[in-house]
C-alpha cells in the first residue's frame, strides 16, 4: 500500500462549512497528489506537491486549497464546502519507474458527503 | 476530446475467456502508460506498466502500446470471476501526472 493512510476515511459535512482531509505517508516520496473520483469521470488531479512547501494545482482545482508543510503529509481544504464536491478524494504518491517516469500508488481514499 | 478515453463497457465475458480492453490517448507525446484496477469501494491498484510499442506480458494480463495509433490495451486470459473490477488506463502526459480514463467496469460470469 506504499505507506499511505488517509483520514478521515468517511466525512459528512453540510454546505458552507470548512473540510481539510489528511495524506500522510511514511516512506519519504517526494511527490503527492489529490484526486477526486466521481462515476462517468475517472480520476482528476486536484492539486500535486513536489516538495514541502511546492504544490501546483491540477485540472480540477476551483474551491480546494492545498499545504504540505511536511514531507509525509499533504493536507486539502475545502474552504466553504458545497454539494459539488460530494466525491471520493483518493491521494497517491509516486515513485521512481524506468523510462524517467514515476508510477503512482494510491491511498485508500476518503468518501465525502456534503449535504 | 477527451486525453484518455476507454470503452464504458460494461464487459461481461465467461470465466476463462478472453476480456479485451481498449484505450486512446490524445497526446501524441506521451510516453509512459499503465493499468489501474479498481474493485468496488477500493482504490487502483496497479496492475500494468508499459513504455514501448509492443506487447508486455505479466502472468494472465498482456498490456499492449502502438504509439503511432496512440492506443494502448490490455488483455486478461482465462478470466477469474476475481478479475471483475473496473479497469482505469492512466496516460503520463508529461513528467509526474498522469490522466486517467472514466474505466472499462468487467464482469466475469461463472
Known amino acids: 500500500d506504499a505507506g499511505i493512510t488517509q483520514s478521515p476515511r468517511h466525512k459528512v459535512t453540510e454546505t458552507g462549512t470548512p473540510v481539510t482531509l489528511r495524506c500522510h505517508q511514511t516512506e519519504n516520496h517526494r511527490y503527492m497528489y489529490w484526486y477526486r473520483q466521481d462515476p462517468g469521470h475517472g480520476l482528476r488531479l486536484i492539486h500535486y506537491s513536489y516538495g514541502v512547501k511546492d504544490t501546483d494545482k491540477g485540472e480540477v482545482s476551483d474551491g480546494y486549497s492545498v499545504s504540505r508543510s511536511k514531507t509525509e503529509d499533504f493536507l486539502l481544504t475545502l474552504e466553504s464546502a458545497t454539494s459539488s464536491q460530494t466525491s471520493v478524494y483518493f491521494c497517491?504518491?509516486?515513485?521512481?519507474?524506468?523510462?524517467?517516469?514515476?508510477?503512482?500508488?494510491f491511498g485508500p481514499g476518503t468518501r465525502l458527503t456534503v449535504l | 476530446q477527451k486525453e484518455v478515453e476507454q470503452n464504458s463497457g460494461p464487459l461481461s465475458v465467461p470465466e476463462g475467456a478472453i476480456a479485451s480492453l481498449n484505450c486512446t490517448y490524445s497526446?501524441?507525446?506521451?510516453?509512459?502508460f499503465f493499468w489501474y484496477r479498481q474493485y468496488s469501494g477500493k482504490s487502483p491498484e496497479l496492475i500494468m506498466s508499459?513504455?514501448?510499442?509492443g506487447d508486455k506480458e505479466d502472468g494472465r494480463f498482456t498490456a499492449q502500446l502502438n504509439k503511432a495509433s496512440q492506443y494502448v490495451s490490455l488483455l486478461i486470459r482465462d478470466s477469474q470471476p476475481s478479475d471483475s473490477a473496473t479497469y482505469l488506463c492512466?496516460?503520463?502526459?508529461?513528467?509526474?501526472?498522469?490522466?486517467f480514463g472514466a474505466g472499462t467496469t468487467v464482469t466475469v460470469r461463472a
Open positions: 508499459i513504455y514501448s510499442n
Open positions: 497526446d501524441r507525446g506521451s510516453q509512459s
Open positions: 492512466a496516460v503520463n502526459p508529461n513528467d509526474y501526472k498522469l490522466s
Open positions: 497517491a504518491i509516486s515513485e521512481p519507474g524506468l523510462a524517467g517516469t514515476d508510477t503512482q500508488y
